[in-house]
């Protein structure tokens, strides 16, 4: 029996694969005139001639909004226009889309018409990517005074940047790209992820027989599949063309895509959505696709402001998004960071200078990124709708009524209250040790426009999927009070009007109803005897609430909620006065909505 080295075991798959791959493309013409020789693949096809590779259905939350009467910080403002890469001008200077500029009295007074604007008034200007233009007045008291629009300026009831795309799907799968161009990356960052990913990029044809080569004979040097030898074009195609299995016949369908792609598209667009597309890590709920999107994630800036080292460590993530991860790994983020700079210094892509001032550069702070957890739940919704109102979603750009930062302080609200549940109930902390989390849900709306600006499904959508914003079914126990109280005072009891004075005694009460009888309980076992309904209400006491059920009637409380957003069904118990029925967070969301604008029901 001939021997084999257990060594040489290990790398003989790696080593054949080099070796027939190799001898396959210098025996065979490449991609020019080659048809494809693994069957027609349509989609791969349809991939290469469209150049689209990075095709998502894209969501954007409300941009930063600004109502007179609200607190105005300068200080935020200007973060928020730095955040969305605006432009700022002078005084005086015209503005173009994306552009803004903090306006003097005298100019401001010139497009609002205001008599009343003095010198310690100020103004800022700006006009978005949609070219719409906008002006805000603030007081000397630094109060947003009065917003206008359009140009001419005309008085408006707010003023908005530019919607923020939050994130893009791929069918269910959450995930945050910035597409961008070329252009649009620094060239320090185009160097750095060529100098350490794929150094002869702007010379092969889309395999790199060298550097296959070099990878061959360090494989058989430490006799394991140290090093592979694949290009950026590789990658790419490795990412979105093929699966991920290793077998010889997908890796020699790389090595022919690639060159197969080089023929048909340029440097520039391999480049570019490589740049767009590459993983580059997870931000809760969201995988992190692409340089534009890192940045934002990483370094709390758009792409193109990021300096040296920033850049070098993007291109760091790109190798091990969680071994070089610079929150979690910072030592070995740094060590590849360095390496990265290295190779450019080698390949005189930066001076010494340069490299010695890069390397000493602090890795990035850790930074709150805003709803990554929840606001999926909030994209549920949408999509549930936008099927409900047939329109199609694949590939759609949909803006959306999501406010970010209340979404965030929503999540940061409800994971805080849960937490204190769990330190002060036993139970509840016995439940989480077994890995039975307490959950929840927040949802809110505006009462002006009716439109939902937050949707918290539950604690994280990482977790768990199901959305209890959306599809929770559950009893709603004492919010259903104050619409017994409504009804109460719309219908009377007892053959009079009622009012929030009118007085009932609060006492053990027994209802009899088909042959049995219901007496609830305060939830303290105490009553307080004769007392006015608001106090009933305040205290949210179940033996008034019940006697006045009884006394309106429950068909007309049913009547009364179906009309202002109830939708499921609730039978004639007595128990339904106390909330027994079951109801989706909408549904009260809706009812309360109408109690807030003074009885006007809007969907």
């Not at 799968?173 to 649009?184: A, F, G, R, W, Y």
């Not at 077998?247 to 197969?260: D, G, N, P, Q, V």
């Not at 001076?351 to 709803?371: D, G, M, R, W, Y």
Request: charged share 20%; hydrophobic share 40%; net charge positive.
């Amino acid at each position: 029996m001939p021997f084999i080295c257990p060594q040489l075991k290990t790398i003989y798959k790696p080593v054949t694969s080099f070796l027939l791959s190799s001898v396959l493309f210098f025996s065979t013409p490449l991609a020019h005139g080659f048809e494809w020789p693994f069957g027609a693949d349509s989609e791969v096809q349809k991939k290469l001639s469209s150049h689209d590779l990075t095709s998502t259905t894209r969501y954007f939350a409300r941009g930063p909004t600004f109502i007179p009467g609200q607190k105005w910080n300068e200080a935020e403002f200007i973060k928020s226009l730095a955040q969305q890469n605006y432009r700022l001008r002078d005084p005086g200077q015209n503005l173009m889309a994306g552009d803004a500029k903090k306006v003097t009295p005298t100019e401001c007074q010139g497009y609002t018409q205001l008599a009343t604007l003095t010198a310690a008034h100020s103004c800022w200007a700006w006009q978005t990517r949609a070219e719409e233009n906008y002006l805000i007045v603030i007081s000397p008291e630094s109060l947003i005074e009065s917003a206008w629009m359009g140009s001419p300026f005309k008085s408006f009831w707010k003023a908005s940047l530019d919607p923020i795309l939050v994130a893009q799907y791929r069918g269910q799968e959450p995930v945050m790209q910035n597409e961008l161009k070329i252009s649009d990356f620094p060239v320090n960052c185009l160097n750095a992820v060529m100098a350490i990913e794929d150094n002869e990029f702007l010379d092969h044809g889309g395999v790199s027989y060298s550097g296959l080569a070099r990878a061959f004979v360090k494989n058989v040097m430490k006799m394991r599949a140290a090093q592979g030898g694949s290009t950026i074009t590789q990658q790419l195609v490795k990412n979105y063309f093929l699966t991920p299995e290793k077998t010889m016949k997908r890796k020699i369908k790389e090595l022919f895509l690639a060159s197969k792609l080089e023929s048909e598209w340029t440097k520039d667009q391999i480049l570019e959505t490589y740049l767009n597309i590459i993983y580059m890590g997870q931000a809760g709920a969201f995988q992190v696709r692409g340089f534009g999107a890192a940045a934002n994630v990483y370094f709390n800036k758009p792409v193109q402001n990021l300096d040296l080292h920033e850049c070098a460590l993007l291109a760091a993530i790109i190798n091990n998004s969680v071994q070089n991860n610079p929150w979690k790994k910072a030592e070995k983020a740094k060590s590849r960071r360095n390496l990265v700079l290295t190779k450019m210094k080698e390949l005189n892509l930066i001076s010494p200078i340069e490299f010695e001032s890069a390397t000493k550069a602090l890795l990035p702070p850790v930074h709150t990124l805003q709803a990554v957890e929840t606001a999926p739940y909030f994209f549920d919704g949408v999509r549930k709708q936008m099927r409900a109102l047939n329109i199609e979603i694949e590939g759609a750009s949909i803006q959306t009524s999501l406010d970010l930062t209340a979404q965030a302080r929503a999540q940061k609200a409800l994971l805080a209250h849960i937490s204190d549940l769990e330190k002060k109930r036993k139970n509840i902390q016995s439940n989480k040790d077994k890995g039975i989390r307490l959950e929840g849900l927040v949802v809110s709306s505006e009462n002006s426009t009716g439109l939902i600006n937050v949707f918290v499904g539950g604690q994280s959508y990482q977790q768990t999927q199901f959305n209890r914003a959306l599809d929770g079914h559950r009893q709603i126990g004492s919010l259903i009070k104050p619409f017994v109280y409504l009804t109460a005072i719309s219908y009377g009891f007892d053959g009079k009007t009622v009012d929030p004075l009118t007085t009932i005694n609060d006492e053990k009460f027994i209802w009899k109803y088909d042959r049995k009888a219901w007496s609830p309980s305060n939830y303290e076992k105490k009553y307080n005897g004769e007392i006015p309904l608001y106090y009933a209400l305040k205290e949210s006491l179940n033996s008034p609430t019940a006697q006045i059920a009884q006394k309106v009637g429950l068909d007309k409380i049913i009547e009364t909620v179906n009309q202002i957003g109830f939708t499921s069904p609730m039978a004639q118990t007595p128990s339904t006065s106390l909330g027994a029925t079951e109801h989706y967070p909408t549904e009260v969301l809706e009812a309360y909505r109408t109690l807030a604008n003074f009885g006007a029901y809007q969907p």
